[in-house]
């Protein structure tokens, strides 16, 4: 800056290291391949999620456990000696402990307890895994639904109430009573009364995403429901529903062992972890092992489906991958 004879400050242009503005700057020829290559990343959710997973040593290691257990279910039938319907009149052959021939021993009508327990976690398992499937599908698709469409909220609403103030067991009895107990009636039963957790969560997160900008955005460019529903809100829920998978699979599982302890689940012409553990509260104190094995497996299922879907929860969340 210098002075005049005015007194009046007027600015002259000052380079860097003495040189003058046009030689400070100069434009830079543009490459399409340069510019791809600085916007490229090898990020990938998925595979973020994998990565994240495997860090978890324990959860790896219980889900390979399950699944060494899931497929032993097939094998154990074949490998044992006798099959789990087969009965033993004599009754030498009741309350046979452990030993080489009856590898879990015998029940209380003489038949082989390891086909009887392998045959009834194979039962569980499924029924456990399409129960979980079945209750997910639906409650999302209600849940998405229901926190979006605010036309529905006070129909779903009062929905909710009635059916979750009534408790479960009033309906699976009555379900049993009048139509039957097998196993796709189980399956559909447990469906139809337990999505509502699931339906109310995803309800809960979805009026959180529903007003942002981009939904807002979206909506006033004349975007379809369903796809703002798939695109916009459903990713951000992929961790809460991949938890509420995993935790549902043990929650199931636990249900109709209390519906069959009760009398309440599968026949009795088919085995599952609920029915022999009901058969085994009366010869507990004489025969314990009747109640150990089915309550280990049980057990073993819980534990192992808590620690992988906190774990794959978790693995999900973007905020994760860093």
């Not at 398992?125 to 926190?147: D, F, H, N, Q, R």
């Not at 314990?288 to 049980?298: D, E, G, K, S, T």
Request: net charge positive.
């Amino acid at each position: 800056m210098t002075k005049d004879n005015n007194l009046k400050l007027t600015p002259v242009p000052v380079g860097v290291n003495g040189l003058d503005e046009k030689q400070l700057f100069s434009f830079v020829e543009y490459r399409a391949e340069a510019a791809e290559e600085t916007g490229y990343s090898e990020y990938s959710y998925w595979k973020s999620v994998w990565q994240n997973f495997l860090k978890k040593k324990a959860a790896v290691f219980m889900s390979c456990v399950f699944i060494l257990l899931f497929v032993f279910t097939f094998i154990a039938g074949p490998i044992g000696n006798y099959q789990y319907s087969e009965l033993r009149p004599d009754k030498t052959q009741m309350f046979i402990k452990p030993n080489d021939q009856f590898w879990f021993g015998t029940d209380n009508l003489g038949r082989d307890y390891w086909s009887q327990v392998w045959y009834a976690t194979q039962t569980s398992i499924k029924l456990s895994i399409l129960v979980a499937l079945g209750e997910l599908v639906l409650g999302v698709v209600i849940g998405l639904v229901w926190g979006y469409v605010r036309k529905l909220d006070r129909f779903f609403t009062e929905l909710y109430n009635i059916l979750t103030n009534v408790p479960t067991i009033i309906y699976m009895t009555l379900v049993a009573l009048m139509i039957g107990q097998s196993f796709w009636i189980l399956v559909g039963t447990l469906i139809l009364f337990g999505w509502m957790g699931a339906a109310r969560h995803v309800r809960n997160l979805v009026l959180i995403y529903r007003d942002r900008e981009y939904n807002l955005a979206s909506r006033c460019l004349g975007t379809p429901m369903s796809r703002i529903l798939m695109r916009n809100i459903l990713p951000y829920l992929t961790s809460v529903i991949i938890l509420r998978l995993a935790l549902s699979i043990p929650s199931a599982i636990g249900f109709e062992t209390t519906l069959s302890y009760l009398g309440l689940g599968l026949g009795l012409d088919t085995p599952s972890l609920g029915i022999l553990l009901r058969n085994a509260r009366n010869y507990f104190l004489d025969f314990p092992y009747l109640l150990l094995f089915p309550a280990v497996i049980v057990s073993l299922i819980t534990i192992t489906f808590y620690l992988v879907g906190n774990a794959f929860a978790d693995a999900c969340d973007p905020r994760n991958h860093v």
